[in-house]
């Protein structure tokens, strides 16, 4: 066991480490990433067990609260999220203040940051009671925020949860249903969309659970720290990048540059190969291996046609077989395939990093509670080396 307390002290050396990729910032029990095996494990499960036979919601609970379900406790959690899917009125009327243009991931954060106004007694989280409410309160009403971010931006009415339907289904029925026309999905796209969120569920480290352990650090609430957390998802090297994979697959399609006009432009560093790379992964992703095989399970199986699937394989193929990229051990990632599925359920690209976040939730909320149970947590205070100017006189503005 290593001695937390002895490594925390203070020894006058800073280490320079810009981008932390050889820094750790805390420790944890949650999820173990093996880069150069392609390993996962959420609390030492593996990422293919949990895939094959798991829920995205008994893979959250076993996440949020260490171990899986029985029977019972997973039934208790599903009707405590049901209890849980519609917003305040208060909230609902947040979403007539946003453009119908305002991106649904600005709607997402701002929203979940809100729930704090209308839930004060879970500012404070001191019980494992009061744990459970907030956490059934943000996994259940972030799938009603989604859905409802994206109805606003098409003029749509808001269709409220119906908590018959399984959470995916829920969601689905959302997003799609019209009134008087409820959308139902097959059971392969129900499984698509459970699987899709449970490969997305946590990953340790990454730059958004960080966010949500520095902003938790200052002891700030659980809405506010998961919504920092949606607010550095969204940039395009973290959850924007299964945004960028299928723009770059549609300019492929149309034409605008072939397979190989664009593996040159990225060897000469014009472009980057959206979904290709890890910080962590240095032979290959173990999601990506899986979404690869649901991609194509999907496709077959509700006949669904998108061309974009065998763009991606080819670009893939070429990729891994060029040295740039095994010189730089650079492979398809998850978010590489992870839109393929997404269009195939009908889900706009500019809700591409909302399906992230919401598959995201329950790690965020693990990593919160991890840190705010530990009585060793410290404020996050990274160092910075000085490179400014040397000291001068101020000077009086008619001299300037
Ligand atoms: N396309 C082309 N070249 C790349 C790519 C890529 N996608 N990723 C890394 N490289 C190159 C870099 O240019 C660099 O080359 P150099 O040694 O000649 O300078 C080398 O590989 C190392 O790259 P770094 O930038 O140091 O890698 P880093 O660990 O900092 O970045 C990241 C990781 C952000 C994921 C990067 O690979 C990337 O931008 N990928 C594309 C965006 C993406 O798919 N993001 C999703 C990540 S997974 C997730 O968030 C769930």
């Known amino acids: 066991a290593i001695d937390i307390r002895a490594l925390r002290k203070d020894t006058g050396h800073i280490t320079y480490d810009p981008g932390f990729g050889n820094t750790g910032a805390c420790s944890s029990a949650i999820t173990f990433v093996d880069g150069e095996n392609g390993i996962l494990r959420y609390r030492g499960y593996s990422i293919e067990e949990l895939a094959a036979n798991s829920s ?52 997402l954060s701002a929203v979940i940051n809100a729930m704090g106004c209308y839930h004060p007694d879970l500012l404070e989280i001191e019980t494992d009671e009061e744990f459970l409410r907030a956490t059934a309160k943000i996994i259940s009403k972030v799938r009603t925020i989604a859905t409802w971010s994206f109805r606003k931006g098409q003029g749509l009415p808001f269709m409220y949860p119906d908590p018959k339907l399984s959470y995916c289904r829920n969601f689905l029925h959302m997003m799609h249903s019209i009134p008087y026309k409820q959308f139902d999905p097959t059971d392969e796209q129900e499984r698509a969309l459970s699987l899709f969120f449970l490969l997305h569920a946590d ?56 397979i190989s006009e664009y593996i040159e432009r990225v060897k000469k560093k014009e472009l980057k190969l959206m979904g290709f790379g890890h910080r962590i992964y240095k032979s290959f992703d173990p999601r990506a291996k899986i979404l690869r095989k649901a991609a194509h399970e999907m496709l077959e199986s509700t006949g669904y046609q998108d061309p974009m699937l065998d763009i991606a394989l080819e670009l893939a193929d070429v990729a891994m077989n060029d040295e740039y990229f095994t010189e730089r051990k650079l492979y398809p990632n998850v978010d590489f395939y992870s839109g393929i599925i997404l269009r195939a359920l009908g889900i706009p690209v500019n809700m591409f990093p909302v399906m992230f976040a919401i598959g995201r939730m329950p790690g965020w909320i693990a990593h919160w509670h991890e840190a705010h149970a530990d009585s060793t947590t410290r404020i996050h205070r ?19």
């Open 56 to 107: 995205f919601i008994e893979t959250a609970y076993m996440l949020i609260f260490g171990a899986l379900p029985t029977r019972e406790e997973r039934q208790q959690f599903r009707d405590l999220l049901s209890d849980q899917e519609l917003l305040h009125e208060g909230l609902r009327h947040h979403f007539d203040g946003f453009p119908s243009a305002g991106h649904p991931m600005a709607i």
């Open 382 to 400: 990274p160092r910075q080396i000085y490179i400014g100017d040397t000291p001068r006189p101020y000077i009086p503005i008619d001299k300037r």
């Open 203 to 258: 990953h340790e480290q990454n730059c958004s659970c960080s966010t949500v352990r520095m902003v938790q650090s200052t002891e700030a609430n659980l809405f506010a720290s998961v919504s920092a957390g949606i607010c550095a998802l969204w940039g395009r090297l973290h959850g924007g990048a299964n945004a960028g994979v299928v723009t770059m697959l549609e300019q492929i399609r149309d034409g605008e540059a072939s």
